[in-house]
């Protein structure tokens, strides 16, 4: 919660992002300065004229050149559980077996007292034709119980010990949406859990305290504050957190614009959903009709992913059988959804693979337009494209997964075939076809780093330009919140949710690399650096 006093501000000497801008030359008489009262922009104007009605004890940002944008809105990430990461292993980059082992067995031993080792991060393309395995675990880490979490958050590489501390052999059924996979000759488990099955070793692990967990999300909102946040959309909030945003909040560390989704489990029958939708309803009432932290949806996951083979696919994978299994039933995602919606609740939902996809949109044209939100949308099916602006859902999508293998992009050739590997990210098809697209990163799957998000939007085969991404940054996250009213844009009357940068990124060669000056969220200066 922001201070309440009246706020002043001037920024001059920008280049601002206003509706249709393009990259080129500007007009002579585009306006290049913002006044701001109250925490809205109360003026777009020349610089001479924003000194001119300043207040007397405005403060004044002089942004030499650089650009002025609607504060970056991530419209996809795990705040808390990103917050969480910091100090912990780190195995993102690590691009082959033996490096990974080297930074496991570096952290342990820094580490003695710890009585689990948990780290995250590993990329499959690190495995080369080999695949996550007890043994090359144990080799560094005999004793101690370890689980090291894939970049995805979909897949789980165990030692011995944690399999013996969960009480996992060969016996243990698989769980529901879970895969315990095995040794085909002895059925023994062989160290890699997916989706679900993971849980399994979660519910043995030493759990966070309500303290660890207040220190991550404000570790999170410092971090995202310093690279030009203003609001954030967090994917599947556990009930159990939400106190602890409540207490940031109340405690004046929440200087982002939040919102957070439940979650919606399909281990549940219609009945038990329809008590969980209660519950959430109960327990974030006192968030209806905040500015700072909001909630009013629900996050569901149809499918996992492609690089484990469990996102669910309409024709098979390459050389297998399975085209992958869907965590809902058909039958159940829809009656899932239309309770959501009958009761008001906005859906998300987790979709990875063309058959997914067309599950979300086949359970949103049954429940009505609410803006509800496709999640990930990283193959389609071509008749599905045009859905979108149809149904006014929201393709809510991560660019960055695209190029989080270490030094490359995904090449899924080998495992969905090229003709669907060349329908990856369609998100120029989907705007094209009037669809909005909301940007997010992920976070902690991939970094935060709005800048190589926009790089990654402006690179994968279905690329937007810069114009369209900052768009899908800012107006297509706000549109995805319902807050477009407010935020999103550089206008009178909007809030000033700004984000001033060290160069001028419409005529910028690389967005890579490019600097926060300044972050401000509802007209205070959140983040400010030296130059």
């Known amino acids: 919660m922001m201070d309440a006093t009246p706020k002043h501000l001037t920024i001059i000497n920008g280049r601002l992002f206003l509706p249709g801008a393009s990259t080129g030359p500007r007009p002579d008489d585009a306006p290049t300065a913002l006044v701001i009262e109250d925490g809205r922009i109360s003026a777009v104007v020349s610089d001479a004229e924003a000194l001119r009605l300043r207040h007397p004890r405005a403060q004044v940002i002089d942004a030499a050149g650089g650009s002025v944008l609607p504060g970056f809105d991530d419209a996809h990430i795990h705040v808390i559980p990103g917050g969480q990461w910091d100090g912990l292993l780190a195995l993102r980059g690590a691009a082959t077996v033996p490096e990974l082992q080297a930074r496991i067995a570096e952290y342990a031993a820094a580490h003695p007292e710890l009585p689990w080792i948990w780290g995250g991060g590993w990329h499959y393309a690190a495995w080369g034709e080999a695949r996550p395995a007890k043994e090359l ?61 993971g849980q399994l070793i979660y519910r043995v692990m030493p759990e966070p305290t309500h303290h660890d967990l207040k220190l991550a999300l404000r570790r999170a909102v410092q971090v995202l504050n310093a690279s030009g946040f203003t609001a954030v959309q967090d994917a599947r909030t556990d009930p159990r957190e939400v106190p602890v945003w409540r207490e940031v909040l109340a405690e004046g560390g929440l200087t982002l614009r939040s ?221 995805a919140a319902h807050a477009e009213h407010r935020r999103g844009g550089v206008a009178v009357g909007m809030d000033a949710d700004l984000v001033v940068l060290d160069r001028n990124l419409l005529d910028s060669g690389d967005v890579r690399g490019t600097g926060v000056v300044a972050t401000i969220v509802d007209g205070v200066v959140v983040h400010r650096t030296a130059r």
């Open 137 to 197: 675990l144990d080799a560094v880490l005999p004793d101690r119980p370890a689980m090291m979490t894939c970049m995805d958050g979909h897949s789980y590489w165990v030692n011995s010990a944690a399999l013996r501390a969960a009480g996992i052999d060969r016996h243990t059924p698989d769980p529901v949406n879970g895969t315990i996979v095995r040794d085909p000759a002895t059925g023994e488990p062989t160290g890699w859990l997916k989706e679900k099955a």
């Open 259 to 479: 919102r957070i989704a439940l979650p919606m489990a399909p281990e549940q029958s219609l009945t038990d959903w329809r008590t969980t939708l209660d519950e959430h309803a109960e327990l974030v009432a006192p968030l209806r009709g905040g500015d700072w932290l909001t909630s009013g949806i629900v996050k569901g996951f149809v499918d996992g992913v492609i690089e484990s083979r469990t996102a669910a696919m309409l024709a098979p994978y390459e050389g297998e059988e399975s085209s992958g299994v869907p965590a809902f039933e058909p039958e159940q995602l829809t009656a899932f959804t239309v309770e959501a919606h009958r009761r008001g609740w906005q859906v998300q939902l987790h979709a990875i693979g063309d058959r997914a996809v067309r599950m979300a949109l086949d359970a949103f044209e049954a429940a009505g337009r609410r803006r509800h939100r496709v999640e990930h949308v990283e193959v389609i099916h071509p008749e599905d494209v045009k859905r979108f602006a149809a149904l006014d859902v929201v393709a809510s999508m991560q660019p960055a997964h695209a190029f989080s293998a270490p030094d490359r992009a995904h090449d899924w050739h080998g495992v969905i075939g090229p003709e669907r590997a060349a329908a990856n990210w369609p998100m120029s098809a989907i705007h094209a076809s009037g669809g909005v697209i909301a940007l997010g990163s992920d976070w902690p799957v991939v970094d935060f780093d709005p800048f190589m998000t926009l790089h990654a939007a402006m690179s994968a085969d279905h690329a937007l330009t810069l114009p369209q991404a900052l768009t899908a940054y800012g107006r297509g996250a706000a549109y």
